[in-house]
């Protein structure tokens, strides 16, 4: 008995509420189910109910705590409902992963980009991250600290000549709104940080990536030659939220295979 309460305490994330938006997809669904196994109960939360179900009930499946719910995260009365649910059913929020995002395909250039591809991803990508915080923070304030994590990206920091403006510059509004929450929260026990992934084998690039000609334009740039997996987000994700970060607020915290250290990649 000592043996296994002393396993509880040891998960990463023991007795921590995490709400996870996105959860119906590649990163957040990864992270739902790790952060579950690390002794999280989650609220996973997505626009695609049935895939959020799918993802609790794995989690359910495999022993873990979770529950879903449908959500617009650029509909500040759907974010709300969302936090509110979290406290009603698990008693409090420690964690507000906010990892939903869109890339349009008809997102282009200056030129080409329409208004209703930009202000649809800004609505998703930004004021989604910005309602996270918006409910998240009284929640975190109630429960005595936390940790959010925006999910970002590495074209918050480069830019491609494969253009996608409107998401580029989305995810450098979330990097910007990251900074600024985390000094403004810091004194209130309430963590903030962005994590910038590298291109991933998920479906939101890998639709887009439709030829191998596409594919290898990319993976060129990439020191390590290959997309990032899911898991391998959903473990810094993990660290961002966990206290093993208990001194790491307002990091841009980059998991991109080496892209973003690279002049010139390996033959
Ligand atoms: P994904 O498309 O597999 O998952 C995204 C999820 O967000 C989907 O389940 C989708 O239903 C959900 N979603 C979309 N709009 C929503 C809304 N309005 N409200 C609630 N949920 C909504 O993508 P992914 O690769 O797992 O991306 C997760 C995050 O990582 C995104 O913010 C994305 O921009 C970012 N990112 C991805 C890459 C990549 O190469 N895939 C690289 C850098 C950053």
Not at 32 to 46: N, T
Not at 191 to 210: H, K, M, Y
């Amino acid at each position: 008995m000592a043996a296994a309460a002393a396993a509880a305490a040891a998960r990463r994330l023991s007795g921590k509420v995490c709400v996870i938006t996105g959860s119906a997809g590649g990163l957040g669904k990864a992270s739902s189910i790790l952060f579950a196994r690390e002794g999280a109960r989650v609220v996973c939360a997505d626009l695609d109910k049935a895939g959020a179900e799918d993802t609790a009930e794995r989690i359910a499946r495999g022993g873990g705590s979770a529950i879903a719910t449908g959500v617009d995260v650029s509909k500040p009365s759907e974010v709300e409902a969302m936090i509110s649910l979290a406290e009603r059913e698990f008693g409090a929020v420690h964690v507000v992963f906010n990892n939903a995002g869109i890339m349009l395909g008809a997102d282009d250039d200056a030129v080409a980009t329409s208004d209703e591809v930009w202000d649809r991803t800004f609505e998703v990508n930004v004021k989604g991250c910005w309602y996270g915080a918006k409910y998240g923070v009284p929640a975190l304030r109630r429960a005595g600290g936390g940790s959010i994590v925006n999910t970002a990206s590495f074209v918050s920091i480069l830019g491609a000549a494969t253009p996608q403006l409107a998401y580029t510059a989305s995810k450098g509004a979330v990097l910007a709104m990251t900074r600024e929450l985390a000094v403004v929260h810091a004194r209130e026990n309430i963590r903030v940080n962005a994590l910038c992934p590298g291109p991933l084998n998920t479906p939101l690039l890998q639709e887009f990536l439709d030829t191998p000609a596409k594919a290898r334009r990319r993976l060129v740039h990439v020191p390590m030659g290959r997309f990032g997996e899911a898991a391998e987000m959903a473990k810094a994700a993990l660290f961002l939220a966990s206290d093993d970060a208990s001194y790491v607020t307002g990091s841009s915290f980059l998991v991109d295979g080496g892209i973003t250290a690279a002049y010139v990649t390996p033959e």
